[in-house]
T-cell receptor, first 112, second 109 residues
Framework: DTEVTQTPKHLVMGMTNKKSLKCEQH?????MYWYKQKAKKPPELMFV???????INESVPSRFSPECPNSSLLNLHLHALQPEDSALYLC???????????FGPGTRLTVL | RKEVEQDPGPFNVPEGATVAFNCTYS??????FFWYRQDCRKEPKLLMS???SGNEDGRFTAQLNRASQYISLLIRDSKLSDSATYLC??????????FGPGTRLSVLP
């Protein structure tokens, strides 16, 4: 299994909702990432987990809360988002933080 | 100065042409480099890793010049299916990926 899966593919939520994005990989990778990508821009790193510990948080607002329940799973909990948070949210994984990253198909999020 | 810079293009080339993209990086601690391609509304897909002096994979060749701090990607015999955005990535040792803004390529029939 050489893929990263993400659910849901699309999500529409109001500013008062709480939702979660999920990511899974079964490649035995020990580093996992969340990125945010706006149209016509490159992915922006949000969080890095290495060996299930949060190692990088790129000054992301607290309305985004990551969680790594085990080495295969990564969640992103969303609460009280703003319309400007609408974007494609990409999960990626790699053998370690130095290696090639493999991306999931993303969750396209719209905040109304 | 941005950490990773690329010419955004677009590069419009005919089928069969050879096209080259350059990418410069500012962090001399960067140890590994990658090229990804991204199709519209899809995730980035790894095209090539560039670890030492460069490498080749079929029609694609990547070169690394550490002295000048740039990497390049050469695509020979362009196909329509090569149309995409090409993202250059630097990975300062032990740190996170830094993406360039991407170069858009359109291969025309």
């Amino acid at each position: 299994d050489t893929e990263v899966t993400q659910t849901p593919k699309h999500l529409v939520m109001g500013m008062t909702n709480k939702k979660s994005l999920k990511c899974e990989q079964h490649m035995g990778h020990r580093a996992m990432y969340w990125y945010k990508q706006k149209a016509k821009k490159p992915p922006e790193l949000m969080f890095v987990y290495s060996y299930e510990k949060l190692s990088i948080n790129e000054s992301v607002p607290s309305r985004f809360s990551p969680e790594c329940p085990n080495s295969s799973l990564l969640n992103l909990h969303l609460h009280a988002l703003q319309p400007e948070d609408s974007a494609l949210y990409l999960c990626a994984s790699s053998q370690d933080t130095r290696g090639s990253q493999f991306f999931g198909p993303g969750t396209r999020l719209t905040v109304l | 100065r941005k950490e990773v810079e690329q010419d955004p293009g677009p590069f419009n080339v005919p089928e069969g042409a050879t096209v080259a993209f350059n990418c410069t990086y500012s962090n001399s601690a960067s140890q590994s480099f990658f090229w990804y391609r991204q199709d519209c509304r899809k995730e980035p897909k790894l095209l090539m890793s560039v670890y030492s002096s460069g490498n080749e994979d079929g029609r694609f060749t990547a070169q690394l010049n550490r002295a000048s701090q740039y990497i390049s990607l050469l695509i020979r015999d362009s196909k329509l299916s090569d149309s995409a955005t090409y993202l250059c990535v630097a990975n300062p040792y032990g740190q996170n990926f830094v993406f360039g803004p991407g170069t858009r390529l359109s291969v025309l029939p």
